[in-house]
């Protein structure tokens, strides 16, 4: 292994790094390191002078006039839009709106009306558990269909694509190890079959530059509330390519996705483009906050992005088991990285209680059950001196045994 850099080593990385002067867009709780950016990404400024102006002029004085003089309607085009740039799609093709559990039934509605003749949905056996819950969701509107899983019906997903497969559904990064998908070869290969691709982007949209339209990706949905920081419970957004726009449908058929909602006509009529992906009102002060946090993005090189990704996540590894060795960290994350993404993960029989010790020396990560913890990178906020200090926090918990305090072992709700 390569020696690992000393304190000062990591500060000069920090002075030359070009995405430096992102940090001051965020509010940083004093003392603490957070690593968790990857389940609920900080707080950018704007973010909350965007909710003041929102609340005290639109709400507070505007009222319903805002729907048209401050551009609430048109907010969920218009923030596609905006995350279309960071996901390489065109504009006209991604629309934000309700959670990414909603959108996700959305579209495999959507992908299996494409493909009435077939059969099987795909998805991966350890993915995001609500990816599955609601594929299992639609499987019971839908007699006759299948789920085949990878990891439980066949080792890779590739194996388990066929012709009898309408659709499949499939994280870019997984949430626990932080393992990447090559997203074009696998779409490549499910249209080969004639199948459908849904791109979950939660762990990819706002970590690294995404190529939906280069990977000739069918659909896709992503949350907003983790790498794109647009605070707790954002709404999420869904894609779908433009080729697919004429004959598309989902069944959450509610006004806001009609052609004419202002007609109030009495039945149905889908609308043009993206905005028939939407259902009902938005949560419209959620989308306003998002609006400021995706005003720090609209400059941001993501290739210069990714590329402090891996800078990072390389450092942690590093110093993590240089520092560590001998206390049964085991790396869950790959160390290629064209396989990897934003995080590092390692396993531990007592991944829970280092978890608690570590928040408790505020570096903040999580707890992925059953033994997984989990830091999450996030270039425009996280320094390579940030990565240092919380690698010495975490050797130092694990060679004091500091984790082995009792209060440390309580289970809280979220972890
Ligand atoms: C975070 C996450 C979700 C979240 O879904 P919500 O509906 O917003 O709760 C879904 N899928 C993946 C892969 C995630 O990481």
Known sequence: MTAIPDFSAVQAMDEADVL????????????????????????????????????????????????????????????????????????????????????????????????????????????????????????????????RLEGVDAPSIQDLIDDKVAVILVNQVNYKSGELRDMAALTRKAHQHGALVVWDLCHTAGAMPVDLDGANVDLAVGCTYKYLNGGPGAPAFIYAATRHLGAINQPLSGWWGHARPFAFEKHYAAGGGIRRFLCGTQPILSMRALKGALDVWDDVDLVALRKKSLGLTDLFIALVEEKCAGHGLELETPRDHALRGSQVSFRHPHAYEIMQAAIARGVIGDFRAPSTIRFGFTPLYIGYADVWKAADILSDILATGAWKDARFAVRAAVT
């Not at 603490?32 to 609340?55: D, Q, W």
């Open 20 to 147: 430096r002067a992102y940090r001051d867009r965020f509010v940083l709780p004093d003392g603490l390191i957070y690593l968790n950016g990857n389940s609920l990404g900080v707080a950018p400024k704007a973010a909350f002078t965007h909710l003041e102006t929102a609340v005290t002029q639109e709400w507070g004085q505007d009222l319903i006039r805002s729907w048209n003089i401050a551009g609430w309607f048109d907010l969920p085009v218009t923030l596609g839009d905006r995350i279309g740039r960071l996901i390489g799609a065109a504009p006209g093709q991604t629309v934000v709106c309700d959670t990414t559990s909603i959108n996700i039934y959305k579209a495999l509605h959507a992908a299996l009306a494409l493909r009435p003749d077939r059969s099987v949905i795909v998805a991966e056996g350890d993915s995001f558990p609500t990816d599955i819950y609601v594929a299992e969701g639609v499987l019971s509107t839908r007699p006759g269909l299948s789920l």
